[in-house]
């Protein structure tokens, strides 16, 4: 099993942008498709987005597309997000996941998780 943890979370100001990363271990996560999700207080876990094993795909959320970039290092079994222009809503725990499948934009595709890492955009 994939074990995920995920980094870089913290305050920003709206605006402003943050870089998490999610480091892999226990298996080489280059024929995973890597996933981020969010939630925020009170909501469901949302679907951000999700890479192909290559990296070659990517696909986003309509909420954060255009401003989230999700890229990966198989060499350091590591994935990122990117997040530019952050609003207020985007406040959330975001997590990452792995799946052993090519297309994988819910979370039930998905089967080991990070614990999360908290994002909070202030106003």
């Known amino acids: 099993q994939v074990r995920l943890v995920e980094f870089g979370g913290g305050l920003v100001q709206a605006g402003g942008s943050l870089k998490l990363s999610c480091a892999a271990s226990g298996r080489t996560i280059s024929s995973y498709t890597m996933g981020w999700f969010r939630r925020a207080p009170g909501k469901e876990r949302e679907f951000v987005a999700f890479?192909?094993?290559?990296?070659?795909?990517?696909y986003y959320g309509d909420s954060v597309k255009g401003r989230f970039t999700a890229s990966r290092d198989n060499a350091k079994n590591t994935v990122y997000l990117l997040m530019n222009s952050l609003k207020p809503e985007d406040t959330a725990v975001y997590f990452c996941?792995?799946?052993?499948?090519?297309?994988?934009?819910?979370?039930?595709?998905?089967?080991?998780w990070g614990q999360g890492t908290q994002v909070t955009v202030s106003s």
């Open positions: 996941a792995a799946a052993y499948r090519t297309y994988a934009p819910a979370s039930t595709d998905y089967n080991s």
């Open positions: 890479i192909s094993g290559s990296g070659d795909t990517t």
